[in-house]
Each structure stands twice: as C-alpha cells, then as structure tokens.
C-alpha cells in the first residue's frame, strides 16, 4: 500500500514540475513572439512594448497560478508557493528568451548589434567621455553581446527577476488558505 503511496507522490512531484516546465516554454515563446513583432514595428524601446511585456508576463502567472493551484493543490496555495513557482516559470522562459534574442541577433537582424553600439558611442561622447574610454567600452559591449551564453545568463536573469516581481504581487491575490479545522478532521 505504501508503495503505491510513495509513487503516486512521485508521479505528482513530475507532473507539477512539468506543468511548470511547460508554463514557463509557453511563457518564453509568447514573450520571445512580442520582441519579434517589437524589432519589426520598430517599438522595441517605446512603453507599448513594456505594456505587451508586461501582459505577457501577469498573464500567463496568474493564469497558471490558478490552474495549478486547482489541479495540483486541490484549491489551496500559499503565498511563497505561489512566488516560487511563477519565479521558475520566468527562469524557464529566460532561457526561450535568450536562445531568441541569441537567434535574432545572428541571424534575423545582424546589424542591430552595430547600430546599437554607434547609437552608445554616440551619447557617451555627448556626455563627454573621452574617445579612448568609448571604444574600449564599445568593445567590451561587442564582445558580450555577440557571445550566446552570455544572451541567455541575461535573459534567464532579467526574465526571471520581472517573474519574480509579478509573482509577488500576483500571489498575495491567488493565495488561499485551507481551514485548520478542516484539515485536522480529514485525518481522524
């Protein structure tokens, strides 16, 4: 009897982690498609992108939120589940999200990367830096954004951290707590 016990835990340890798994990919592409649609309209710095962004992300945690605290939880989730787990979805999605930026910027538009460096050199110099400190600065850039791994560290972090943000404030409203007295009672 035990052992069913033990597996029938196992498997709902490998079905939250892959509800999760799964949230998070879909997350990473939604977000991934919004940054496409962004580079092509030519918004990517402007506050409708931020907005689109910003939906993406309370969207998909407070909708998985729900969902797993429904299907996995049986209608009870705590705060810190619930921060926990759409902090992993965004991990999980910065990871689709710098594998995209990665993609886009070998591949899709190659050129960005340089119009980008001569836009910094431009402000640098505008501020008044010296012209050796900009070109060695314009170097260092170069370099970080045209290796992958550094791509996705900061698409894991930068995504992950917007997670964890929306997931503090998503959670205080998807929290539910179970009456102790019910509880205590399923176990007589």
């Known amino acids: 009897m035990e052992a069913s016990s033990s597996e029938d835990i196992k498997d709902t340890k490998k079905l939250k982690a892959r509800f999760i798994l799964n949230q998070g990919a879909f997350m990473g592409l939604a977000l991934a498609v919004v940054y496409y649609f962004a580079h092509i309209a030519g918004i990517m710095d402007s506050f409708f992108h931020s907005l689109l962004t910003w939906i993406v992300f309370a969207g998909f945690i407070h909708v998985s939120m729900v969902r797993y605290r429904e299907h996995f939880l049986d209608g009870l989730l705590s705060y810190w589940q619930g921060v926990w787990m759409g902090t992993r979805m965004g991990i999980l999605s910065g990871i689709i999200v710098g594998a995209y930026l990665f993609f886009y910027l070998k591949v899709i538009n190659p050129g960005y ?76």
Not at 169 to 179: E, Y
Request: proline share 3%.
């Open 113 to 188: 990367i340089e119009d980008l460096i001569v836009q910094m050199q431009e402000t640098y110099l505008e501020v008044g830096m010296e012209e050796d400190e900009v070109l060695q600065m314009t170097e260092t850039y170069g370099k970080l954004m045209i290796n992958p791994v550094a791509l996705i560290i900061s698409g894991i972090f930068a995504t992950g951290l917007w997670a964890f943000l929306f997931s503090l404030v998503i959670a205080i409203f998807q929290r539910r707590k179970g009456d102790p007295f019910t509880e205590a009672m399923k176990r007589v």
